[in-house]
């Protein structure tokens, strides 16, 4: 088994160049490479968007993952933003959580989620190379955008396989007051 599905978001909040809005660890403590408040209360919000109960979805797009890939953090790229955007569903879903990619590695990422022994597959990436991991997976650079706005941490990038290869959707989040109910372009 294959996925059939893969969905693909964005890390969540991350702290304001200005450092008007700080990122906090677990601990509270002040931290520059984690999620701001508002991007933790996203990460929980995204708990039962990924897994609501009775899999009541608020879009027929979406699907229960089986498997989670983040983007993975070290000494040249230390963000743990990627990693604990997904990590309260982690807890919740108790499936494989693959951190083993680090940003630039996007083609090594699809070929691992490809193989995976799953149905549907989430992945939480650096805006930077989304539109890298969905080139790669439809084989084209002409059916998804190809670039991620850099003010939304708010939409979902969806991938079906079909019989004549992988079709291409995206989603509003919807999850917190100020997300948008539009696409990106």
């Keep these: 088994m ?14 304001s160049s200005d450092k008007t809005v700080r990122g ?5 403590a002040k931290d520059k490479e984690e999620l701001t408040v508002r991007g933790w209360q ?12 009775e899999d009541r979805f608020s ?24 990693q604990h955007t997904l990590m309260p ?4 879903l108790k499936v494989e959580f693959n951190c083993a990619y680090w940003e630039g590695e996007e ?3 699809v070929r691992a989620v490809l193989a995976a022994k799953a149905r549907t597959a989430l992945i939480s990436w650096k805006h930077r190379n989304m539109h890298v991991i969905a080139n790669e997976i439809l084989g ?6 190809q670039f991620w706005p850099i003010d939304r941490v708010d939409l979902v990038w969806i991938f079906d396989r079909s019989s004549s290869g992988w079709a291409f959707t995206q989603i509003p989040q919807l999850l ?10």
């Design 2 to 15: 294959s996925p059939s599905k893969i969905m693909l978001i964005r890390h969540a909040e991350r702290p």
């Design 24 to 28: 906090v660890s677990l601990e509270g």
């Design 42 to 53: 996203r990460a929980g919000a995204l708990v039962r968007f990924f897994a609501p109960l």
């Design 59 to 82: 879009n027929p797009a979406l699907a229960r993952p089986d498997i989670l890939f983040a983007c993975r953090a070290g000494p040249e790229a230390p963000s743990l933003r990627p």
């Design 89 to 92: 569903l982690a807890g919740l």
């Design 107 to 109: 083609a090594e990422l």
């Design 140 to 145: 084209n650079t002409t059916n998804a955008p």
């Design 176 to 185: 917190l007051a100020g997300d948008r109910p539009g696409a990106a372009a």
